[in-house]
Nanobody, 115 residues
Framework: QVQFVESGGGLVQAGGSLRLSCAAS????????MGWYRQAPGKQRDWVAS???????NYADSVKGRFTISRDNAKNTVYLQMNSLKPEDTAVYYC?????????WGQGTQVTVSS
């Protein structure tokens, strides 16, 4: 059974940084496209960033230049480095394959950015 465990969230002031991790079990992430998503209270889950099996990255306009997605295939883990955080980045962050190919969702990790 595939399971994602997200971690690294927390409370940070605007302008601060956090590094999220997504550890996978039950599947190998090697050569799998992966993404980070976030869901703010009362809103739908939105795509944030993705990384292909070959390492090509893409970002939502709202985070471009501030967030960096990366992967460590040896550790079966995907990361999201978040810099220059803004209050509007506050959300629960999840990792998964691209929508339409998603595995069961993990519990996510809460990121709260105070102004």
């Amino acid at each position: 059974q595939v399971q994602f465990v997200e971690s690294g969230g927390g409370l940070v002031q605007a302008g601060g940084s956090l590094r999220l991790s997504c550890a996978a079990s039950g599947t190998t992430l090697t050569m799998i496209n992966m993404g980070w998503y976030r869901q703010a209270p009362g809103k739908q889950r939105d795509w944030v960033a993705s990384i292909s099996g070959s390492g090509v990255t893409n970002y939502a306009d709202s985070v471009k230049g501030r967030f960096t997605i990366s992967r460590d295939n040896a550790k079966n883990t995907v990361y999201l480095q978040m810099n220059s955080l803004k209050p509007e980045d506050t959300a629960v962050y999840y990792c998964n394959r691209p929508l339409g190919y998603a595995f069961p969702w993990g519990q996510g990790t809460q990121v709260t950015v105070s102004s």
